[in-house]
């Protein structure tokens, strides 16, 4: 009940196209969803975050798609720059109490130019 | 600049020598964690410490030891390291109120061999 499943483990984009990378959870309990990118030598780092009181937040070009009902939350990369080529990683935290952030198991991304 | 310092960035060990990797943050925070990354699996918890001389285990504390004397350190402790501890180790923080973005430190790379 405390995974975080997310998909898919490798994703190659073209230069301008649009990445989606998904996830998965079962706790309901859950009420704080990140998504951290990593580059390679490199700690994770913050990306954009959101609550589920709210369906979708954007900013520049990364969007955090929510659905509560169906406990899923999706990352959008829209004009996917060869930059943008990194490891994703979605988690999710319970406010609470430890608030342990439980993380999914990671997406590269692959940008062609 | 606001960071997390770990040390050392790579390391390789023989099995049963004791080994210590440090975390420092200069930030305040009173909330910090070790997690290990491995291929498939994301990022785990291994311990936590939520203040001073207050810290729990995560999902995978098993060969693992930590302490908190002060604020800013976290240092995890191999007692008697195996094979099965070759890993990429990240030390993170974060306030325990209002913001819940980790800051991660750059990581470790472990190899018990």
């Known amino acids: 009940q405390q995974q975080v499943k997310q998909s898919p483990q490798s994703l190659i984009v073209q230069k301008g196209g649009i990445s989606i990378i998904n996830c998965a959870y079962e706790?309901?309990?859950?009420?704080?969803f990140p998504w951290y990118q990593q580059f390679p030598g490199k700690g994770p780092a913050l990306l954009i975050a959101?609550?589920?009181?709210?369906s979708e937040k954007k900013e520049g070009r990364f969007t955090i798609s929510f659905n509560k009902s169906a406990k899923q939350f999706s990352l959008h990369i829209m004009d996917s720059q060869p930059g943008d080529s990194a490891t994703y990683f979605c988690?999710?935290?319970?406010?609470?109490?430890?608030?342990?952030?439980?993380f999914g198991q990671g997406t590269r991304l692959t940008i062609n130019p | 600049e606001a960071q997390v310092t770990q040390n050392p960035r790579y390391l390789i060990t023989v099995t049963g020598k004791k080994l210590t990797v440090t975390c420092s943050q200069n930030?305040?925070?009173?909330?910090m964690s070790w997690y290990r990354q491995d291929p498939g699996l994301g990022l785990r918890q291994i311990y936590y410490?939520?203040?001073?001389?207050?810290?729990d285990k995560g999902d995978v504390p098993e060969g693992y030891k930590v302490s908190r004397k002060e604020k800013r350190n976290f240092p995890l402790i191999l007692e008697s390291p195996s094979p099965n501890q070759t890993s990429l180790y990240f030390c993170?923080?974060?306030?325990?109120?209002?913001?819940?973005?980790?800051?991660f430190g750059s990581g470790t790379r472990l190899t018990v061999v």
């Open positions: 993170a923080s974060r306030f325990l109120t209002g913001n819940y973005g980790y800051t």
């Open positions: 706790n309901t309990a859950f009420d704080y």
């Open positions: 959101i609550r589920p009181d709210v």
């Open positions: 988690a999710a935290s319970i406010s609470q109490g430890a608030q342990k952030l439980v």
């Open positions: 930030m305040n925070h009173e909330y």
């Open positions: 410490s939520m203040n001073v001389e207050v810290t």
